[in-house]
């Protein structure tokens, strides 16, 4: 049964259209909106740590399955979250077994060597072979 938009007394009578496209246009903002938020939401987990430049290295297409950053005071995290190297070790157990588990380390350039070798030989104790070290270009 159709509305009537006007007063009673009109011969004309008229029925309420919802218009579909402007409904439409504000869907695909929205959408575009949330796209762009989630894409820029990528690497706010990680913490600032200065990577050491390297002259020899190698662009990796596939993203790491394990990120794993130590700062410059030795604290290591994933994900984050400060873990130990003993957690280290329990939380990649705890991932399932596949020959493509890989670990990249994000070591600050200031880090101690012993804490960065300490984040390996966690990663080393869970059996795990594919480990690599970030590092950046030299600036020309």
Not at 37 to 60: C, E, F, G, Y
Not at 72 to 86: F, L, Y
């Amino acid at each position: 049964m159709p509305v009537k938009l006007s007063g009673g007394s009109s011969d004309q009578e008229e029925e309420a259209r919802i218009e579909i496209v402007p409904l439409i246009d504000i869907m695909f903002f929205l959408l575009a909106s949330f796209m762009l938020v989630s894409l820029s939401m990528t690497q706010i987990h990680r913490i600032n740590v200065k990577i050491p430049q390297a002259a020899a290295t190698v662009q990796d297409v596939k993203p790491p399955v394990v990120h794993l950053a130590i700062d410059v005071h030795g604290i290591a995290t994933w994900d984050s979250k400060t873990v130990t190297p003993s957690e280290i070790t329990a939380r990649l157990n705890s991932l399932p077994p596949t020959p493509d588990t890989r670990v990249l380390i994000a070591a600050d350039v200031d880090a101690r060597h012993g804490q960065v070798i300490a984040v390996l030989d966690a990663v080393k104790a869970a059996k795990i072979d594919k480990v690599g070290f970030e590092t950046r270009k030299p600036s020309p």
